[in-house]
Nanobody, 122 residues
């Protein structure tokens, strides 16, 4: 059974940091693009960051550039999102996703995690 399981969410003050993890199981994701999405209260789910299979190519939603860093460890089948300088507007449920043999999760997502809550207080 293929699973993506996020962890690392929580409550943090504005300006603080969190590191999200997404552990994949059931198959190797080393040839897949992976990424992060979020759903803020009352909003639709939105793209946050993408990383290609090797980790050599990344791109981000404009509002998180310079604050968030996506990375992956294919040996551990794990995806990460380091979030610094957090703002109240970053409050959301964060989801990881994978695109099977794809270059990007921006247009296609084949697998989803269950989400982890990030709350940033002002």
């Amino acid at each position: 059974q293929v699973q993506l399981v996020e962890s690392g969410g929580g409550l943090v003050q504005a300006g603080g940091s969190l590191r999200l993890s997404c552990a994949a199981s059931g198959r190797t994701f080393s040839t897949d693009a992976m990424g992060w999405f979020r759903q803020r209260p009352g909003k639709e789910r939105e793209f946050v960051a993408n990383i290609n299979w090797s980790g050599g190519i990344t791109f981000y939603k404009d509002s998180v550039k310079g604050r968030f860093t996506i990375s992956r460890d294919n040996a551990k089948n794990t995806l990460y999102l380091q979030m610094n300088s957090l703002e109240p507007e970053d409050t959301a449920v964060y989801y990881c996703a994978a695109a099977w043999n794809g270059d990007s999760v921006y247009f296609r997502q084949d697998y989803w995690g269950q989400g982890t809550q990030v709350t940033v207080s002002s």
